[in-house]
């Protein structure tokens, strides 16, 4: 029997910090992962230099069926604190939209910062691990059965994720470990994940596959004005990805291809000063053209020349420019999708300390809980900011 004061399963974003910050109190830290190495989730975002983090953190920018949950954590560790964190370690870095910071290289550097961090606390790592049986005793400590060894701990810290990106490891161990010790989870989801579509739909935008534009998409609940991709399987683009987190079965989205500008005004102005160019001439000086070709094509809109077109011509082009409507047949789900929505439900964890309220020693962050941020740095805050708050309280 291996004796630790806190036992993190789980060497992810959240796991990591949580650590980093128990074994730098002086406390006796064990992390349990099946994976052959920490941080993997951390080396493939971002296309490989990881959004660590965002300028713009704020409470509303996350779902939760308590909204209110994540402002605690979110203002005791705040994206200023990770921020200093990466400087302090010389990690070169810069904002590429909206607030969004990337590493200049590599996300490996963020990896390595969070080892080191580790290692300054002493903190033990056995990979290559599997959770065999947890056991919680009279005496309130927790006996963790792997295939490897045992361990007691008196904090044990579930940080195991949760299931997106299934080909990573992604299991739902952590909503198991949940149900064992009666904590209700709020069904899962698949979140930041690109839309399918019906068969009529795919028919001709799989043609379009690649076509890439600046849009707002809005669905009964919000609006994102970002970039949409259309691909040979539906829509995607940061865009779509934040949309499909707001979206249920069902409902229908609202796509504005030009969201800053007129159609109308456009055209109505072009036609002053050229009446006689065709209208798909002129709309290719706003729109993708495979694009103004797909909806001639289907008969979205008509190619006339400018001084030809009626009333009723204008209103279908502002419908499909402005108030293009498609119903998804779905979502890609969790093989595509960034993150987890769903989770621990937060009304039976503290705020303050991530701790279960029923269940003393016990903790749930990190993507395992029913918080889920906006693409752009959001849920990697969460991490940094859940598993810090985490590391403070655990073994008091």
Request: aromatic share 10%; net charge neutral; glycine share 8%.
């Amino acid at each position: 029997m291996v004796v630790q004061d806190v036992v993190v399963i789980g060497a992810g974003a959240a796991g990591l910090m949580c650590a980093a910050t128990a074994g730098q109190r002086g406390l006796r830290v064990t992390v349990l992962d099946h994976a052959k190495r920490p941080g993997k989730k951390i080396l493939i975002s971002g296309g490989g230099r990881c959004n660590f983090t965002n300028y713009e953190i704020d409470p509303h920018r996350y779902i939760s069926n308590n909204i209110h949950f994540c402002k605690s954590a979110l203002a005791r560790y705040t994206q200023w604190d990770f921020i200093a964190l990466v400087e302090k370690y010389k990690i070169a870095y810069h904002e590429k939209t909206l607030g969004q910071l990337f590493c200049d290289d590599s996300a490996k550097s963020i990896v390595a910062m969070l080892e080191a961090e580790c290692h300054q606390g002493h903190v033990q790592f056995h990979f290559e691990t599997q959770i065999q049986h947890i056991e919680r005793l009279d005496s309130g400590h927790f006996v963790i059965t792997t295939d490897k060894a045992c361990y007691r701990a008196s904090s044990l810290v579930i940080a195991s994720g949760g299931l997106s990106m299934p080909r990573l490891g992604a299991t739902p161990f952590a909503y198991k470990v949940a149900e064992q010790f009666g904590l209700p989870v709020i069904a899962p989801r698949a979140g930041l994940v690109p839309f399918t579509l019906s068969p009529d739909d795919k028919a001709y935008i799989a043609e379009l596959s690649g076509v890439a534009l600046p849009a707002a998409v809005t669905t009964e609940r919000i609006t994102f004005d970002e970039s949409i991709l259309l691909t040979h399987r539906g829509l995607s683009g940061p865009a779509m990805l934040q949309a499909s987190s707001y979206w249920q079965a069902g409902e229908s989205i609202e796509v504005n291809l030009l969201p800053h500008s007129s159609i109308r005004e456009l055209v109505q102005a072009a036609s002053i000063q050229s009446p006689q160019k065709e209208l798909k001439t002129v709309l290719c000086q706003w729109l993708p053209k495979r694009l103004v070709e797909a909806f001639i094509e289907q008969k979205f809109i008509v190619s006339k020349k400018l001084n030809q077109l009626i009333p009723k011509d204008y209103e279908a082009l502002e419908h499909w420019v402005h108030r293009w409507a498609l119903v998804p047949a779905g979502t890609e789900g969790y093989r595509t999708a960034e993150v987890t929505l769903g989770g621990i439900d937060t009304d039976f964890l503290s705020s303050k300390t991530m701790m279960a309220k029923q269940v003393k020693g016990l903790y749930f962050i990190g993507e395992s809980v029913d918080v889920t941020g906006w693409l752009g740095g959001y849920n990697f805050q969460w991490a940094w900011s859940s598993g810090w708050v985490a590391g403070q309280s655990v073994s008091e």
